[in-house]
């Protein structure tokens, strides 16, 4: 389950949010004037993002490796291409000239 909490009710209930998060398996927002600041949650929650994170920047660098030779215009052309075939349900995602 996910809580919303305000900085000072996080500060004054600190204790009782590590057990939530501990024990439940909780993850707690934690807003600043409104606006989400930080999100305390479960030491293995965030191991698994931390690892993730690292596999995404990894593919990231395959894929920007993979399309050094491609022209910037050229690979934004590509993606749009595939965008509006996506959202209008199309199958052929090859641009047409």
């Known amino acids: 389950m996910i809580t919303e909490t305000s900085a000072v009710n996080f500060r004054q209930h600190l204790g009782e949010m590590l057990n939530q998060v ?12 409104g ?16 690892r993730m994170q690292s596999r995404f920047e990894s593919l990231c660098q395959r894929i920007e490796k993979g399309f050094s030779a491609t022209p910037e215009a050229e690979g934004l052309s590509e993606i749009e291409a595939a965008v509006v075939s996506v959202r209008t349900g199309s199958s052929n995602t090859e641009k047409k000239d």
Do not use: C, E
């Open 22 to 33: 501990q024990y439940r398996h909780d993850s707690i927002v934690i807003n600043k004037d």
């Open 35 to 50: 606006k989400p600041v930080a999100v305390l949650v479960d030491a293995r929650l965030f191991d698994r993002i931390r």
